[in-house]
């Protein structure tokens, strides 16, 4: 069966440092694996989606995942953190299955 | 493109009453998907329409939830009676249908924060 596992319910980081949040899954399948974002009181939006074409994926906003199969993780980064950057981040999967939604990681930024 | 349109954004009720949600998809999408999302969770699926047909209801709650698409575009989401533990975000999402061997995005819309007093 899908399922994904986030490992951080909250992040913070300095504004201007390395975002990294952290997602492991586990499928029977080889799996499609999405993150997006929720701002407060907005819909979630799509940052990226691993289509199985390259390991490594870039979205918007300068968020980069990298797809790796021997450690069945899927990480979120961002090489240097902006205050809008603030909001909760789930990871994402489907395999043969609807989407199935990590738990959501909250990333506060300080200025 | 105009995005999934849902209301009411908020709602307050109490127990035992009934209370309806409406979706708007995006046009041309053909997929439409309902999701509860309850304080400090991840969405959760509880019911899937491609057109009209219902593709997956596994996790919908039939003895007070219930939802409908007849015409394959808006969709409504009813729960009755509620309990307290129906106090959630409820989303609606569209998309394309799925291809094969290519993962669908879903669209989502802002949600409607229900509170059961």
């Known amino acids: 069966a899908q399922s994904v596992t986030q490992l951080d319910s909250h992040v913070s980081v300095s504004e201007g440092t390395p975002v990294l949040l952290r997602c492991n899954y586990s499928s029977s399948y080889s799996p499609s694996l999405f993150w997006y974002v929720q701002h407060p009181n907005k819909g979630l939006q799509l940052l990226l989606k691993y289509t199985s074409a390259a390991t490594l994926v870039k979205g918007i906003n300068g968020f980069e995942a990298e797809f790796k199969k021997s450690e069945t993780s899927f990480h979120l980064t961002k090489p240097s953190a902006h205050m809008s950057d603030a909001a909760e981040y789930f990871c994402?999967?489907?395999?043969?299955?609807?989407?199935?939604f990590g738990k959501g990681t909250r990333l506060s930024v300080i200025a | 493109e105009a995005g999934v349109a849902q209301s009411p954004r908020y709602k307050i009720i109490e127990k035992r009453q009934s209370v309806a949600f409406w979706c708007n998809p995006i046009s041309g999408h053909a997929t439409l998907y309902w999701y509860q999302q309850i304080l400090g969770q991840g969405p959760k699926l509880l019911i899937q329409f491609q057109n009209n047909g219902v593709v997956d209801d596994s996790q919908l709650p039939k003895d007070r939830f219930s939802a409908e698409r007849l015409k394959g575009v808006d969709s409504t989401l009813k729960i009755q009676p509620a309990k307290l533990e129906d106090s959630a975000v409820y989303l609606c999402a569209s998309s394309l249908p799925a291809l094969a061997g290519s993962p669908y995005e879903q669209y989502f819309g802002p949600g409607t924060r229900l509170t059961v007093t």
């Open positions: 994402v999967g489907s395999g043969n299955t609807p989407l199935v």
